[in-house]
C-alpha cells in the first residue's frame, strides 16, 4: 500500500512538473501590426540636425493610429516626423486571431547630406507613459543605429521606408521596402545589418516583431547655394 502511494505520489509530482514546464516554454500567438503605407518624410527647411528619432506608433484594434509617444527627440526634428507617422495606414496587431491594441516602434534617421555613413548617436531614451508600462505588449527597441552610406554625388532626396521583422533574438530576419526612393534603397537596406535591437515581448516573454525604418535623405546645397544672391 505505501509503495502505491508513493508511486502516486511521484507520479503526480511528475506530472505537475511536465504541465509546469509545458506553460513556461508556451508562446504567445502573437502577430504584430504592419504597415500599409507609409508617406514621405522630408527634413525641415531651417533644421541642419541629423541623427536619430524614435516613436511608438499606437495603433487600434481597426489599424488606425491613436496616437504617437516619442521615446527618443531631436527637438527640430521630431514633430516633423509625428505628424507624418499621424498619417499612416496599419493592419493591426492580433492574439490568437482577434485583433488587439499594439505599438509599432518606428525609427527615423535624418541622414547628413553627402556620403556620410557610420553609427549615429542615441538621443536619451524618453521614459514611458504610465499606460505604456503597464501594457502586455513592449515592443522591440533601437539601441544601434547606422546612417547608410550613399553615392557621393548622389541628387535624391527624401525618405526610404522599411518595415523589418526582428525574431525573438532581436535579430533582423526580413527587410520589406514600403517607399522606394532609388538609387539610396539599396544602401538603406544594407546598413539594417548594423543596427542592434531589442526583442518585443508579450508578458514578458520574447516575441517576433515589426519596426519601421525611416531614412530621410535632404537635398544637397551647393557653396553657391549658401552663399545666396
Known sequence: MRRMLLAIMVFGSAHALTAQTVTLRAKPSFQAAETLSANDITVPILCAANGTVVLDAFITETGEVQKVEVRRDIACL????????EEWKFSPATVAGKSVRSRMPVAVVYCPAGSFAGPVPLPALIPQSEAAIQAEL???EVTRTAFPKYPVNTVAAGAVVLEVTLNEKGEAEEVKVLRDL?????????VVADWRFMPATVN?????SKIVLVFVSRPMVSLSDRAGP
Do not use: E, I, M, S
Not at 521630431?78 to 507617422?85: I, L
Open 138 to 140: 513592449q515592443p522591440a
Open 78 to 85: 521630431t514633430q516633423h516626423a509625428v505628424r507624418a507617422v
Open 182 to 190: 532609388p538609387p539610396l534603397t539599396a544602401q538603406a537596406k544594407a
Open 204 to 208: 514578458g516573454n520574447p516575441v517576433q
